[in-house]
């Protein structure tokens, strides 16, 4: 997806937001959004990659904050809040025995819901717990693009590419549905600290790597996947696999420039570039297959 | 006012939002994003004035669209709107036949209220006839900060700095009241157009001149009164004036700068970091009288 004037605004929005979240040293955080406004002059363009120049601009944050993961605190509050609602997300998932397909749908469409755990974006309270109600609400609404039932027969070799902490404890639904279906499960996460992406830090902590049957990273901290940095087994996994999910929109902003396929995008338009780009409306619960013959 | 690191992306926001407005061209759109981006890399500095800066914004933006006037059209739909309320504003004004005070302090909640007609922050739809409904309910809560007692005496020599259209036409019921009670005003318009701010083609319009005793402008399309660009006639005014009153918040951000008094600042906090300085809550209406014995 290429970058939409809008991103402009939008990224120094999120740096300023990360900069608060890191320090109050007032100085600090102008010379911040200083330098940052510096690196958006150099590399905006409307034909750039809006995510690739996010991680320019996410880097020289990080880096003139001193600050490898401003977000470590807001992640493991994240996880936390996520943990609260798992239980009800499980209960609607699994209510009246579903038959495969649903039960596939249901936890695609859960997980799609958990991409709302994304404090840069929502400014979502953890402490507020609207999160269970406003899950349930989208739950019962359902998904707006439902590609899952030409997903079905394509389990063999699944590369799982994960985005959010939080998110991630709903992915584990789908894993678990995808292994009972019998398919093979390569989990894709972020090869450092960036944003509230998933790590291996996550991985460990919740026993990821028990669901699936391997876990690989993006090779950097770049934000979404970054071919020039990605390792050449994820680059092989995703030219082999049987399908590609990639959720939430940062890996749609990169992979959308390639022609890896079969892919599903799982996502919530939360941004209105991303919900163009799709040519969908804002706000919509989506997981939509593309590049499958 | 100091800038903000909020003001950065704030401004480009509005920078976008009146490129949209003046243009269908997204090359062009684009383009003035980028040079406006590089006129912010340039000139952001926390000890910048606020307003200052977004004055070369703006003016990049207008010479980059070749547009002298983004704002024309919505200005005309601003004044309509303002014209469908006024009728409805006076009534609540003039109700129960007032003392002098109360007629005054009246006068200027609406003229506060009124400060509301401004599309770039508001996002405010004319057609959908939200304001009234809006106004009345403002109107019913009362100024959050009512220093309109302590100006009561001071009404030999006004100075009385305009802001947006729309409000301008609730102003003049400002006008009215101060005339009655043996004031002179000379009304300060912008000497051009920037946003949706009062010129003198609006003064000609409304036929504001026959409600004051003079009318002079700022001398620019300057954001609020940049004293290096202001005439000196306006200077020279504003040292013998009885009282100054300064509507909205980029005159505030501007001639907060220095020490002219006595000096009301009548607006509304539309914006988190204008509230912050002034040491207030953000959305509260406020008439606050500085730099007075």
Known sequence: MKMNPRCTYCMLSRVHFESKLSTD???LICKTIHECLAVMNKYYDPEAVSASVATK?????YEVLEDDDPYAVTKKLISQAALKVLPAAKEKIYENSPDDGELFRRAVLASVIANYFDFGIMGFDASEDKFEAAFLKLFEHGLDVDDTPKMMGLFKD??????????????????DVIKK?????TLVVRGGPILTDVTMEEVKE?????KV?????TGSNAIGILIEEAPAELLDAMKDATLI??????????????????????????????AE?????????????????
């Open 158 to 175: 699944v590369i799982y590419i994960a985005d959010n902490c939080g998110e991630i404890l709903f992915d584990m639904i789908v894993f």
């Open 277 to 293: 780009d799709l040519g969908l409306e804002q706000g919509l619960s989506v997981a939509k297959l593309m590049n499958f013959p």
């Open 181 to 185: 279906l019998g398919g093979n499960i």
């Open 57 to 61: 601009i996410h880097r020289k944050c």
């Open 25 to 27: 040293d007032e100085d």
């Open 206 to 210: 919740f026993e990821i790597d028990k």
């Open 245 to 274: 999910i990639s959720k939430g929109m940062a890996n749609y902003e990169t992979l959308s420039e390639h022609n890896f396929g079969p892919i599903a995008y799982m996502l919530l338009t939360k941004c209105e570039c991303v």
């Open 213 to 217: 049957d391997r876990v690989i990273t």
